[in-house]
């Protein structure tokens, strides 16, 4: 079965920077994009990073365009999310996510055409003095 195992998280000033990992099994983790949502208090989960299977697509939104940067290591089934220049905006839970798929250089979330979302666990980020 697939899983998603989060690693990093907790604690930064803002200015800080944090990396958080998720360690993929039980699929075949070179053929699937992956991505990051985030879901801060009172707010719902939304996406913020996307990268295609083999690494050279990205796709980020606005509020992390520059600061945050998505990679992936295919050999070691693993994703992993760089956080720089934080901020208190960023403190939310954030989580990894494979099911949505790779089209013409964009990424479409598995809500949008009916497919199967699969979540780690959740790790907190924390940004505050």
């Known amino acids: 079965q697939v899983q998603l195992v989060q690693s990093g998280g907790g604690l930064v000033q803002p200015g800080g920077s944090l990396r958080l990992s998720c360690a993929a099994s039980?699929?075949?983790?070179?053929?699937?994009?992956m991505s990051w949502y985030r879901q801060a208090p009172g707010q719902e989960r939304g996406l913020i990073a996307a990268?295609?299977?083999?690494?050279?697509?990205?796709n980020y939104a606005n509020s992390v365009k520059g600061r945050f940067t998505i990679s992936r290591d295919n050999a070691a089934n693993t994703v992993y999310l760089q956080l720089n220049n934080l901020q208190s905006e960023d403190t939310a839970v954030y989580y990894c996510n494979t099911g949505g798929l790779w089209h013409a250089g964009l990424y479409n979330e598995a809500k949008n055409f009916g497919g199967t979302d699969y979540w780690g666990q959740g790790t907190q980020v924390t940004v505050s003095s």
């Open positions: 990268i295609s299977a083999d690494g050279e697509d990205t």
């Open positions: 039980g699929f075949t983790f070179s053929t699937y994009a």
